[in-house]
């Protein structure tokens, strides 16, 4: 059984930093690849970050613009989120997701993920 959980979200003032953690159980983290998915109040899921299974490719939301970083260590079956110079736009519930396909080379769209963590809120006040 595939699990993901989420840690470190929190409330911080704008232009403040939280790094996002998301460990994995339940099968071989270093064939997937793991990619984290926000949604705040009354909009769309949308990807904030991607990471290819070996770590060597990522992928970012058109309006990360270079503040978030993604990361993976597959020793410890974890992916990061750091997240630098936040928004109060960036406030949102923020999960970390993996699909089911081993050495996934798409699109990371949402609905291209079959595993979902709970979710960690991330607050950034103005």
């Known amino acids: 059984q595939v699990q993901l959980v989420e840690s470190g979200g929190g409330f911080v003032q704008a232009g403040g930093s939280l790094r996002l953690s998301c460990v994995a159980s339940?099968?071989?983290?270093?064939?997937?690849?793991m990619a984290w998915f926000r949604q705040a109040v009354g909009k769309e899921r949308e990807l904030v970050a991607g990471?290819?299974?070996?770590?060597?490719?990522?992928f970012y939301g058109d309006f990360v613009k270079g503040r978030f970083t993604i990361s993976r260590d597959n020793a410890k079956n974890t992916v990061f989120l750091q997240m630098t110079s936040l928004e109060p736009e960036d406030t949102a519930v923020y999960y970390c997701?993996?699909?089911?396909?081993?050495?996934?080379?798409?699109?990371?769209?949402?609905?291209?993920?079959?595993?979902w963590g709970q979710g960690t809120q991330v607050t950034v006040s103005a």
């Open positions: 997701a993996s699909p089911e396909d081993s050495f996934y080379s798409g699109a990371y769209q949402a609905s291209h993920f079959a595993y």
């Open positions: 339940g099968r071989t983290f270093d064939y997937y690849a």
């Open positions: 990471i290819t299974w070996s770590g060597g490719s990522t």
